[in-house]
């Protein structure tokens, strides 16, 4: 059954465990996410992008959604739009039928250039209007993502070497969080505390402490009814990129974000966590493998299959690391 993002981590909240918000594109990836929350009795959040949009086509990826949730009408799904750009695509989502938007207000409308924080106040609380007067949830964002590998040392507040960022500049501000959710009533809010979208979020093994746990228990303490939401939150299994580089590919050496240290997030508030790059890599990997190992095969099931089961056990694992089996 199709639900809000609200009534989802609100139980989530309630119970102390954390959902995984997977991105999907294509059926493998939604077939591998409700096998993988029927197996594990979990709820499901899918989410979607522009590129899933583009790659697809949204008539395409309704459909999609619609036959999982035909299929697996025992689970509740949340139908979320990732990075919506504008409040204008957040009413195209609302109007395909999703259960909750994104309102990405921290970048301008061309997704790259940071936006000021009277933009982003602006933007989410017209979708939050509109949004909650169809029963649809809303997630904003506050702070730009950034690996703090990138931080250069300096001053609290000051201008760092090279242009570069602060530690202090790269996180979410917890005053400044505590404002916005108060101005626009998002139910969820992305922060920045040291996640980067991507494959390549740190360059070296994570030793100690890789996320800024801190400063997520002090947003957590100004904010204890908004649930927080950690995007670029692939862990890059290592024994993927082997795979994949084993069987001809060529990805440097790059290391994500530790289940371990997700796990101490949903300890304080952290309630979806954003998971796309992992079910790219098993899935590559997975494809790889099949391929030269099976050098007259020619029928894509075969390889697609492969990538199925990859993602699946990623999935799997994910939703008893994050402590969703068991409540759907
Ligand atoms: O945050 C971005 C997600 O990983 C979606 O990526 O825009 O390539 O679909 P995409
Ligand atoms: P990853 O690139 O770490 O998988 O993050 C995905 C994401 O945040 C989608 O919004
Ligand atoms: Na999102
Ligand atoms: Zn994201």
């Known amino acids: 059954a199709l639900i809000s993002l609200r009534q989802l981590l609100d139980h989530a909240a309630a119970n102390g465990y954390g959902v995984p918000a997977f991105n999907v594109n294509n059926m493998e990836q939604i077939r591998a996410i409700m096998e993988a929350a029927d197996e594990t009795n979990s709820p499901v959040i899918l989410q979607s992008s522009a590129g899933a949009r583009k790659y697809a086509g949204s008539v395409f990826l309704r459909h999609l959604i619609l036959a999982a949730l035909e299929e697996w009408p025992h689970i509740p799904v949340c139908l979320h739009l990732d990075h919506g750009a504008s409040p204008g695509v957040c009413v195209q989502a609302i109007q395909n039928g999703f259960s909750s938007v994104m309102m990405d207000g921290s970048l301008m409308e061309d997704s790259s250039t940071p936006s000021s924080y009277e933009y982003n106040v602006d933007v989410t609380k017209k979708v939050t209007d509109m949004a909650h007067a169809c029963g649809v ?29 602060t530690r202090e500049q790269m996180l979410t501000d917890p005053d400044q969080a505590a404002d916005f959710v108060a101005k626009t009533k998002v139910d969820a809010l992305a922060i920045a505390i040291g996640t980067s979208h991507g494959a390549y979020k740190f360059s070296r093994p994570p030793s ?32 993927w990129l082997k795979t994949i580089n084993d069987y001809g590919g060529e990805i440097p050496e790059t290391y994500g974000v530790p289940v371990t240290e997700i796990q101490e997030g949903i300890k304080h508030g952290v309630r979806k966590v954003n998971i796309d790059t992992d079910l790219r890599l098993a899935a590559t990997g997975a494809v790889r493998k099949y391929i030269a190992e099976n050098p007259g095969n020619f029928d894509p099931r075969k390889f697609l299959s492969e990538a199925t089961k990859a993602m699946k056990e990623v999935c799997r694992s994910r939703f008893l690391a994050f402590g969703s089996a068991g409540w759907a």
């Open 137 to 165: 949830s809303v997630e904003g964002e506050l702070g730009v993502l950034g690996s703090l590998e990138t931080a250069t040392a300096g001053k609290e507040d000051g201008v760092g070497a090279e242009g570069k960022l």
């Open 208 to 239: 100690g402490e890789v996320l800024a746990i801190d400063r997520i228990k002090e947003i957590h303490a100004r904010i204890p009814d908004t649930h927080l939401v950690m995007h670029g939150s692939s862990s890059v299994p290592q024994e």
